[in-house]
């Protein structure tokens, strides 16, 4: 038999994923097997995956990556993020 706690855990864990890390895991979704998201499979995957962003605060994000047609360049989003987080 297995117990499994309901308790949180007393310090945090961390997650977190470097650029490149991310860069692939959007490559793997990537429409086409292009290097482009569609923004609202991005919308879609911060609102609801890992540690959620409600969907003002998404918008807020992504109003500062270009977008074309709807269309984002993963190369220029984590080229953005790279340069926010120097």
Same mark, same amino acid.
């Given at each position: ?21 991310? &860069?692939?895991?959007?490559? $793997? ?5 292009? $290097? &482009?998201?569609?923004?609202? $499979?991005?919308? &879609? ?6 540690? &959620? ?34």
């Amino acid at each position: 038999m297995v117990y499994v706690s309901t308790q949180k855990p007393s310090t945090p864990i961390e997650q977190s994923m470097t650029l490149e890390e991310l &860069k692939q895991g959007l490559l $793997e979704i990537a429409i086409d097997q292009t $290097e &482009k998201i569609s923004r609202s $499979e991005l919308i &879609k995957i911060i609102t609801t995956v890992g540690d &959620k962003l409600t969907l003002t605060e998404a918008n807020q994000v992504l109003s500062l990556i270009p977008t074309v047609n709807g269309i984002i360049e993963i190369s220029s989003l984590v080229s953005h993020l790279q340069s926010n987080s120097e």
